[in-house]
């Protein structure tokens, strides 16, 4: 940089990028002249000056120390929070678990209720493919057959509006 | 040693050691910007508190397509302006100094360390006091961070125009002030120079 900011600098500073303002910055910090001029542009330019002030190392500390003592505060909540959260996912997986088996020993093993659904669903003539899911005739309403096969196991969900739980 | 991303990452996992580097890498940004904004050092140390906890709390829903310090900046700004508008008009008038005089008509190396930044800081926050604290957010940003217009319209969630037209009111209502207020503090050239132009 040369000795003086050119005029060019002084005028169009508040249109020059932060790295430019902040290189006249730096400049006029220590250069009388250059910022009587840079402050002839526009007085407030002064509060720029505010970039250097300095923040007391201790205070920054103190800060620190606070932030250490709240979080150790707070912490076992998160904890508690984000075991929740694990524990909700495991008791997930364990019910669906508990369906899917549920589904499959029936399968094998045809219950009172299976053969109920069966014969809600063996109904030729009311069924109506589409992609694999079957639209089919439930003694109140239409219900829903996904038809599922899993290598050799074949899993059948119903889904059936008129039943309310 | 890990660098800034890598500590944004394992402080977001919960590693406390990471995220007490990160708050010390940014803590000075942090308070500096909050104390422009609310005015008071105590003040700013309590947003600054706030930040970190919430920055401790929130840490895993941070986007990383975003800049980490724009981010940051937004949550103090919202958090300072925020503080400001809770606290309302207490605090808002401060007394003159008693004798205003020209901090910056000396030159030289070192002269930083003969900068009173004390008075200019007083007078600062005096008269930034009378600002709107969106125009004020957007002035500390701009002059004092050092940010571009569309950096501080990002932080502050506004239109460039919207920072503009902040930064023009802000700018005129300090002038006025410093004229008013403290007519020694700027070098008595630059407002000859500028009354005659």
Known sequence: ?165 | MRDEPQLIRDASTGDRAAFDELVRLKRERVVRTAYQVTGDLDDAMDVAQGVFIKLWQGLDRYDTRRRFDTWLYRVTVNAAIDFVRGRGPKGTIQPLPEDPTDLLAESGPGIEDRLDHGALQQAFSRLAATLAPKQRAAFVLREIEGLDTAEVARVMGVAESTVRNHLFQARKTLRAGLERDYPGLVPKTSRTRKSES
């Not at chain 1, 600098?9 to 990028?17: A, F, K, T, W």
């Not at chain 1, 019910?95 to 109904?123: C, F, K, R, S």
Request: proline fraction near 4%; charge should be negative; glycine fraction near 4%.
């Open chain 1, 1 to 165: 940089m040369s000795d003086h900011l050119s005029r060019h600098r002084i005028e169009d500073y508040d249109s020059l990028s932060a790295e430019r303002r902040a290189d006249v910055l730096e400049h006029v910090r220590d250069c009388a002249g250059c910022r009587t001029a840079w402050l002839a542009e526009d007085d407030s330019r002064l509060f720029a000056l505010l970039a250097h002030a300095p923040i007391p190392e201790h205070k920054l500390d103190q800060l620190s120390a606070r932030i250490d003592a709240a979080i150790d505060r707070v912490e076992p909540r998160i904890r508690t929070r984000r075991l929740g959260y694990a524990a909700a996912s495991v008791a997930a997986s364990l019910l669906l678990a508990a369906v899917l088996g549920a589904v499959l020993w029936n399968h094998e093993t045809p219950a009172p209720m299976l053969t109920h659904l069966d014969e809600i669903v063996v109904q030729p003539a009311l069924e109506e493919e589409i992609a694999g899911i079957k639209l089919v005739a439930s003694p109140d309403d239409e219900a829903q057959v996904l038809d599922l096969k899993l290598g050799e196991t074949q899993v059948l969900m119903i889904f059936d509006e008129s039943i309310e739980l």
